[in-house]
């Protein structure tokens, strides 16, 4: 049994019920340590922004945050304290589709005829015509070229020269074939035309994939992306200033 004395303030409304008192005897339990706040910084698809945005603008107050647009990088970025060292980021950036980077379209990347063969085989899902990948692994499989070359070397006592080289390749590779995938990363389908470019020196060849179409497709959804992210934006945070950087 306890003999400290405790003061116990009774209110004045009391009804004198027994007042229940809890005693903890020993050390206390040591404080955790204060943390700095932590502030967020969040990169994912190009509507990102937008979605932050969409739930949280209540919370913000939309004359201190940013928006700038990066058109070349493809970039929607928002900061919603600018003169804070603890505010919050969030970047959406319009990215390559899974697919387009393992096609390497567009790219520096270089496929050899059979590893290309057997890459199409394994991803025959991405074409419309099932024969024309059918066809189009068989081709690579067996790949087959004629080079002619011609070359022309002279020099004349007054000092000309002639030195010319050409080179014509006829190949049984197809002048292109057609797949259908998304060209950015949350997108929808597009069907797109893939033209083969060869290299060939000696008996090395190496082949590379170009679409014409595809590139002129990116460049028009790249800015109708941004646009219409820039539209929703300004719909649910009026009062956010939009940068073009």
């Given at each position: 049994?306890?003999?400290?004395?405790?003061?116990?303030?009774?209110?004045?409304?009391?009804?004198?019920?027994?007042?229940?008192?809890?005693?903890?005897?020993?050390?206390?339990?040591?404080?955790?340590?204060?943390?700095e706040p932590?502030?967020?910084?969040?990169?994912?698809?190009?509507?990102s922004?937008?979605?932050?945005?969409?739930?949280?603008?209540?919370?913000?107050?939309?004359?201190?945050?940013?928006?700038?647009i990066?058109?070349?990088?493809m970039?929607?970025?928002?900061?919603?304290?600018?003169?804070?060292?603890?505010?919050?980021?969030?970047?959406?950036?319009?990215?390559?589709?899974?697919?387009?980077?393992?096609?390497?379209?567009?790219?520096?990347?270089?496929?050899?005829?059979?590893?290309?063969s057997?890459?199409?085989?394994?991803?025959r899902?991405?074409?419309?015509?099932?024969?024309?990948?059918?066809?189009?692994?068989?081709?690579?499989?067996?790949?087959?070229?004629?080079?002619?070359?011609?070359?022309?070397r002279?020099?004349?006592?007054?000092?000309?020269?002639?030195?010319?080289?050409?080179?014509?390749?006829?190949?049984?590779?197809?002048?292109s074939?057609?797949?259908?995938?998304?060209?950015?990363?949350?997108?929808?389908?597009?069907?797109?035309?893939?033209?083969?470019y060869?290299?060939?020196?000696?008996?090395?060849?190496?082949?590379?994939?170009?679409s014409?179409?595809?590139?002129?497709?990116?460049?028009?959804?790249?800015?109708?992306?941004?646009?219409?992210?820039i539209?929703?934006?300004?719909?649910?945070?009026?009062?956010?200033?939009?940068?073009e950087?």
């Open positions: 049994m306890y003999s400290e004395k405790v003061n116990v303030i009774v209110p004045e409304n009391y009804s004198g019920q027994p007042i229940e008192i809890i005693w903890r005897d020993g050390q206390a339990a040591k404080q955790l340590d204060p943390k932590q502030p967020v910084n969040i990169s994912g698809t190009i509507d922004p937008f979605r932050w945005l969409e739930k949280r603008v209540e919370l913000i107050d939309q004359k201190q945050a940013n928006i700038t990066n058109r070349d990088n970039q929607i970025s928002l900061v919603d304290k600018e003169t804070d060292f603890y505010n919050n980021g969030v970047t959406g950036t319009l990215q390559p589709s899974k697919e387009m980077v393992e096609f390497g379209i567009n790219s520096d990347k270089i496929w050899e005829p059979i590893k290309l057997k890459f199409l085989k394994m991803h899902a991405f074409f419309k015509d099932k024969t024309q990948n059918m066809m189009l692994v068989s081709t690579l499989k067996n790949f087959k070229a004629k080079v002619n070359q011609d070359i022309e002279s020099k004349e006592e007054n000092g000309s020269k002639i030195d010319n080289y050409s080179q014509v390749v006829d190949s049984n590779l197809p002048k074939f057609k797949l259908n995938m998304p060209l950015f990363k949350g997108f929808a389908c597009e069907e797109i035309e893939v033209e083969i060869a290299d060939v020196d000696g008996r090395e060849v190496s082949l590379s994939l170009v014409a179409g595809a590139n002129e497709a990116i460049e028009e959804y790249k800015n109708k992306v941004i646009d219409e992210q539209s929703l934006i300004k719909s649910v945070a009026p009062d956010i200033v939009i940068i950087v």
